[in-house]
C-alpha cells in the first residue's frame, strides 16, 4: 500500500497562515466595498468645501443684492453655515434616501405644500441645509437648482412680505437665508475644481492647499442671462477644472424633478478668452466643465437664454383639461429662476398661450408679464380669443398677493 505523506507546519506557523489569510480577505472586501460605493455611485471621495460667506462680495447694480435685501428684512441677518460632520458623512445613504421622500414635497417656489408646514421657512431651511451638505457629498446640481429656486422665490417672497410682522421668526429665517446665500455660490474640491453654482454679481477670494486667486462674476441675472467669470491674481498656467451649472429651466439635463414646455433645450454660448467652446457636453451632474490650465486676466463669457416656459413636476398634467387647455388653478410658469404663479378661477388658458414679458419691473426689480386668459374651454379659437382677458402677473419673489390682476377686458 503506497502511503501518502502530508507535511505538517509548525503549530505557530500554521495559525500565522490562517491568520493572514483572514486579514487579506478583508482587505480585499473592503476594498471592494469602497470601489462598489464610489464607482458610478453619485458619491465623491471627498466632500466639497464651500467658498465662505465672508469671502463673496456680492452686489447688484440697483443695490438690490441678497445682503441688502437680508439687511432690509432684519439688521440681525446672519449666516447659516453648511457644515458637515462625520457621523453626516457616514449616514450619507440614509440623509440622501430622506432627501428624495423630501424633494417630492417642494412646490414649484421651493415651498413645501401647505397641507405639511404652512410654508414656514424652518422648514425651508433645513431642507435647503440638507440639500447643501448633499451637494457638498456629491457635487450634484440638483441641489444647487433648488438652492436657487428657494432662495429666488420663496425665501424673497418673505422677504419682500410687507404683510408679515417685523421681527417675525418667518422673517428672520428669511433674512438669515438671504445672508447665507454668497456662501453657496462657489465650491472647491481638493483636486483644484472649482463650481460655481449660482449666477449673480459677485468677487471671490478662492483659497485651497493648492489655489489663491480672485474670480470676479459679472452678469445681469435674472433679468438677462449673460455670465462673465475673470480670473485675477492667479499664477501663470494653473491647472483648473471649472465647472459651470447648467439650470433644470434649460431643458437640458434628465431625470430632474421638473420639466419646462413651450421651448426646446435652451444651449447656451460658451466661449474663453473670445473662442467659443464648441460640442460642449453637460455631465452626468449638470455642470459642463472647462479642463485647462488658466492664468490671470482669463475670462469665460456665457449666454443662457432666458424665455418663459410653464413647469410641469414629475412630467405629469396636471390641471390639464381634456380639450387641451389649462385650469387657470395654481400653474406655474417660470423666466431664469423667477417662477410666476397663476390663479384666477374660472378662466383657460391654451398650452400655445404664454405669458409675455413686460417692460415694466416690479417692486423687486424684477420683470413684470402679462397673459392672455379665456373665459371658455370649449369654443373654436376666435370666440376664445374673445372672451379673454389679459392678466398681469408678478414674480413670486415680490411678496405680494399672486393672484392674476386683470389689465383690460374683453380683447377685441
Known amino acids: 500500500m503506497n502511503r501518502i505523506f502530508v507535511p505538517l507546519l509548525p503549530i505557530k506557523l500554521h495559525k500565522d497562515y490562517y491568520l493572514m489569510r483572514k486579514i ?17 455611485s453619485p458619491w ?17 447694480y440697483d443695490g438690490r443684492d441678497c445682503r441688502n ?25 440614509h440623509i440622501y434616501k430622506e432627501w428624495i421622500t423630501t424633494s417630492r414635497k417642494i412646490n414649484n417656489v421651493g415651498e413645501f405644500d401647505a397641507a405639511d408646514n404652512d410654508h414656514t421657512m424652518y422648514d425651508v431651511a433645513t431642507a435647503l441645509t440638507r440639500a447643501m451638505q448633499l451637494f ?33 421668526i418667518e422673517r428672520q429665517l428669511a433674512a438669515n437665508l438671504l445672508f447665507t446665500m454668497p456662501g453657496l455660490i462657489y465650491a472647491t474640491s481638493p483636486d483644484n475644481d472649482v463650481y460655481v453654482n449660482i449666477y449673480t454679481n459677485s468677487t471671490a477670494s478662492i483659497r485651497t492647499a493648492s489655489l489663491n486667486f480672485t474670480l470676479d462674476q459679472i452678469t445681469n441675472m435674472p433679468l438677462s442671462g449673460s455670465v462673465k467669470l475673470r480670473f485675477n491674481n492667479l499664477k501663470p498656467n494653473t491647472p483648473l477644472r471649472l465647472h459651470l451649472r ?29 473662442h467659443e467652446i464648441e460640442n460642449f457636453k453637460v455631465d452626468e451632474k449638470g455642470y459642463v466643465t472647462i479642463d485647462r490650465t488658466w492664468n490671470a486676466l482669463d475670462e469665460v463669457y456665457f449666454d443662457i437664454p432666458l424665455q418663459m416656459q410653464r413647469i410641469v413636476v414629475n412630467n405629469t398634467k396636471k390641471n390639464v383639461q381634456p380639450e387641451g387647455v ?60 374673445k372672451h379673454a382677458d389679459y392678466f398681469k402677473l408678478l414674480p413670486y419673489a415680490d411678496g405680494t398677493n399672486h393672484l392674476a390682476t386683470t389689465e383690460t377686458t374683453h380683447i377685441k
Open 24 to 40: 487579506l480577505l478583508i482587505t480585499i472586501a473592503f476594498i471592494f466595498c469602497t470601489l462598489q460605493l464610489f464607482a458610478g
Open 44 to 60: 465623491l471621495k471627498r466632500p466639497l468645501r464651500f467658498v465662505s460667506a465672508d469671502s463673496v462680495l456680492v452686489w447688484g
Open 69 to 93: 435685501i437680508a439687511l432690509k428684512c432684519s439688521k440681525d441677518a446672519m449666516v447659516y453655515p453648511i457644515l458637515l460632520t462625520q457621523k453626516e458623512w457616514k449616514e450619507r445613504k
Open 136 to 168: 457638498r457629498m456629491q457635487g450634484d446640481a440638483q441641489y444647487a437648482d433648488f438652492a436657487e429656486r428657494t432662495l429666488y422665490n420663496a425665501v424673497m417672497h418673505t422677504a419682500n412680505d410687507s404683510t408679515l410682522i417685523q421681527g417675525s
Open 246 to 274: 447648467m439650470p433644470d429651466w434649460l431643458n437640458m439635463r434628465k431625470g430632474c424633478i421638473r420639466s419646462f414646455v413651450g421651448t426646446d433645450s435652451l444651449m447656451p454660448s460658451i466661449f474663453v478668452n473670445g
Open 326 to 385: 389649462f385650469n387657470c388653478n395654481n400653474i406655474g410658469w417660470q423666466f431664469g429662476p423667477l417662477v410666476y404663479q397663476l390663479e384666477a378661477p374660472g378662466y383657460f388658458v391654451l398650452p400655445t398661450w404664454h405669458p409675455l414679458i413686460d417692460n415694466e419691473l416690479s417692486a423687486s426689480g424684477f420683470p413684470m408679464c402679462k397673459i392672455m386668459l379665456s373665459k371658455t374651454q370649449s369654443a373654436t379659437m376666435q370666440q376664445k380669443v
